[in-house]
C-alpha cells in the first residue's frame, strides 16, 4: 500500500524567513496530495492541495511543488508568521475522494 | 451548516467495556471517514465508507467495527476496547472530487 514519507520532524524558523516541509511517496498512482495544517488542540485544516497533472501551485504565501517522476512534493511557506506556527501533515490518495494516507507530520515554530 | 460533529467530545473506558463514536454531517458528502491520531504518528485511517450502506477497511481497522445506514452519519464502534486504542479519534467527510472536512475530535481513554 502507500507509505507517505515526510522531513523535517521539527523545524523552527525565524518570523518572516521561508519554511520547506519535504514529503515523499511510495505509490506511482498516488495523483492527489493535500496539505492539512492542525494548530494545537484543534481539528486538521486542508490549506492546499495540488493534482498530479499540475507541476506547481500557489495561495498567497504558501505554494506548493509536485515531482512526479522522483515521487516527491514539498511544501514552501514564505515570510512566516507567529500564526503559522502548528503541525503540518502531507498526504496522498488514488483521488480526491480515495482513502488518503497521511505522513507522520512536521510541527513548525516561528519565532517572533 | 455545522460542517461535521462528533460525539462525545471525550471519554474514559476500562478495559473490555464497549461503545460507539458517533460522526454526523450535514454538506451531503459522499464520503467519510474515520482516523486516530497517535502522538508522531500522524492520521491513520481506520475505515471509510464511499456512500451510504457501503464501508470500507483503512490501513488499522482491527478491533473496530462501523456503520453507515444514513448518509448523513459513520458510527465508529470499539466492542472490547483495550489500551492501545486510547487515541483522538478524528471523522472527516468529503465531496467526491473535494477536500476532506474534519470534526472536532473525540478524546478517548482507555484504562
Known amino acids: 500500500g502507500e507509505n507517505v514519507e515526510q522531513h523535517p520532524s521539527t523545524l523552527s524558523v525565524q518570523e518572516g524567513d521561508s519554511a520547506v516541509i519535504k514529503c515523499t511517496y511510495s505509490d506511482s498512482a498516488s495523483n492527489y496530495f493535500p496539505w492539512y495544517k492542525q494548530e494545537l488542540g484543534k481539528r486538521p485544516q486542508l490549506i492546499i492541495d495540488?493534482?498530479?497533472?499540475?507541476g506547481e501551485k500557489k495561495d498567497q504565501r504558501i505554494a506548493v511543488t509536485l515531482n512526479k517522476t522522483a515521487k516527491h512534493f514539498s511544501l514552501h511557506i514564505t515570510e512566516t508568521q507567529p500564526e503559522d506556527s502548528a503541525v503540518y501533515f502531507c498526504?496522498?490518495?488514488?483521488?480526491?475522494?480515495?482513502?488518503?494516507?497521511f505522513g507522520p507530520g512536521t510541527s513548525l515554530s516561528v519565532i517572533p | 451548516n455545522a460542517g461535521v460533529t462528533q460525539t462525545p467530545k471525550f471519554r474514559v473506558l476500562k478495559t473490555g467495556q464497549s461503545m460507539t463514536l458517533l460522526c454526523a454531517q450535514d454538506m451531503n458528502h459522499e464520503y467519510m471517514y474515520w482516523y486516530r491520531q497517535d502522538p508522531g504518528m500522524g492520521l491513520r485511517l481506520i475505515h471509510y465508507s464511499v456512500g451510504e450502506g457501503t464501508t470500507a477497511k483503512g490501513e488499522v481497522p482491527d478491533g473496530y467495527n462501523v456503520s453507515r445506514l444514513k448518509k448523513q452519519n459513520f458510527l465508529l464502534g470499539l466492542e472490547s476496547a483495550a489500551p492501545s486504542q486510547t487515541s483522538v479519534y478524528f471523522c472527516a467527510s468529503s465531496w467526491t472530487s473535494g477536500s476532506q472536512f474534519f470534526g472536532p475530535g473525540t478524546r478517548l481513554t482507555v484504562l
Open positions: 495540488i493534482r498530479s497533472n499540475v
Open positions: 498526504a496522498a490518495s488514488k483521488a480526491s475522494y480515495d482513502k488518503v494516507i
